[in-house]
């Protein structure tokens, strides 16, 4: 990774955009429009900020850890990878870092989300110079944590979809709709999609 800058930053959101629909990246940096805000949005960040609230009193039994320090709103970035954002909590114990995102939605977390948690692992690899093997999604509304495995094969994935971004957005190439129209029904972006609706 080392000695390769990027002249086109992204954010660690965009992977999970991207994965979930490439055209809300390319709204964001090829043809900047406004957004609407969603009632999940607003509903989302309210209970983020009382979750964090929370979290601060709370145990790690939720993890299936029995110590660390907890970290919120971790503003984290990579030259060499071109990649940055803001980590809802890092949980920082004796030999390792465990990136943690909220979630406000009932569904299981997706592919989408944990290529978003490998993205803050590589950050994390990078300029904490410590492994990260491990990241939960905490479900919100469940009160429920889940684990995964950020593997080698899911970060190398991770930096593919970074490159596919870049090519992307230097190309200014229209990505096709997602193939499930039901990803479309909440998204901020869909009066943009006149081929879809």
């Not at 039994?61 to 970290?71: F, T, V």
């Not at 980590?87 to 920082?92: K, R, V």
Request: hydrophobic share 35%; aromatic share 12%; with cysteine.
């Amino acid at each position: 990774m080392k000695g390769k800058e990027h002249n086109l930053d992204l954010r660690v959101s965009d992977v999970k955009q991207y994965q979930y629909c490439p055209r809300v990246v390319y709204y964001q940096y090829v043809m900047p429009v406004d957004k609407a805000v969603t009632y999940k949005m607003e509903k989302g960040k309210a209970a983020q900020e009382d979750l964090e609230e929370l979290e601060q009193r709370r145990k790690l039994r939720a993890y299936g850890l029995s110590e660390g320090k907890r970290r919120f709103n971790w503003w984290v970035h990579s030259r060499d990878l071109g990649l940055s954002g803001k980590l809802d909590m890092a949980i920082e114990t004796g030999d390792a870092i465990y990136p943690v995102d909220f979630k406000f939605t009932r569904e299981p977390p997706r592919k989408n989300h944990v290529y978003q948690l490998a993205g803050y692992a590589l950050i994390l690899e990078d300029t904490e110079r410590r492994p990260v093997t491990k990241g939960f999604i905490y479900l919100i509304p469940e009160k429920d944590a889940f684990v995964f495995d950020l593997t080698e094969e899911i970060k190398a994935e991770c930096l593919n979809t970074l490159e596919q971004i870049r090519d992307m957005i230097r190309a200014e190439r229209f990505p096709d709709p997602p193939s499930r129209r039901a990803k479309c029904v909440d998204c901020e972006y869909q009066n943009y999609c006149r081929d879809i609706w």
